[in-house]
């Protein structure tokens, strides 16, 4: 009986990462998705569609972790809901968690964000244990689409929309001057 050989691959090369185990390091805020190695960029937009606020996180991670760091850096973390800003945050369903939902409450911030599906199903398995859903007008949030288009004039930007760069501090640097471009621009058309 002759042995059994493995048999090769008919196209492509092997990888070229030496570790495909090690992670990248914190500072390249580089994270594996679906699309390979990725960079989300967390941002909060003004109604004149221009980011007001950004961070950088790995491509795998969440975005609801991300929303409260950005809203202290900009509104600051002494907010109360004695001392509500005049803002309104809207949010799409990964930031529907109640805990996000009751941060925001603490701060003062009025927010308008969609209820998940599997959230309305275990609130109504409780029954009326289960609370009153979370108040949410479709009137507002139809205005959620400043957040998409602020994203979409920002990723007109070559050096945003490709990200060569090595670290996240340098690809940072690359979206708030961007940013802070198009906000001039925004400033000076009005």
């Not at 950005?70 to 799409?92: C, E, H, K, M, Q």
């Not at 009025?110 to 959230?119: A, G, L, M, S, V």
Request: charged share 25%; net charge positive.
């Amino acid at each position: 009986m002759r042995p059994v050989r493995p048999l090769r691959a008919t196209q492509g090369a092997e990888s070229n990462y030496k570790n495909p185990a090690v992670a990248e390091p914190d500072d390249h805020a580089l994270g594996r998705s679906r699309g390979g190695l990725t960079t989300k960029i967390h941002a909060l937009t003004d109604t004149a569609t221009c980011p007001v606020a950004m961070s950088l996180t790995p491509g795998q991670a969440h975005d609801n972790p991300a929303l409260l760091p950005l809203v202290d850096d900009y509104f600051g973390a002494t907010t109360t809901p004695d001392s509500p800003r005049d803002v309104r945050l809207l949010g799409d369903k990964a930031y529907s968690h109640p805990s996000t939902r009751a941060a925001l409450r603490r701060r003062g911030i009025r927010h308008t964000i969609p209820e998940r599906d599997d959230q309305i199903a275990h609130r109504k398995a409780k029954g009326s244990a289960g609370g009153r859903p979370p108040t949410f007008d479709a009137v507002i949030y139809k205005q959620r689409n400043t957040v998409e288009r602020g994203f979409s004039r920002l990723k007109q930007w070559r050096g945003v929309a490709t990200r060569y760069d090595k670290y996240a501090l340098s690809f940072l640097g690359g979206v708030l001057l961007a940013a802070s471009i198009m906000r001039s621009r925004t400033t000076i058309d009005n």
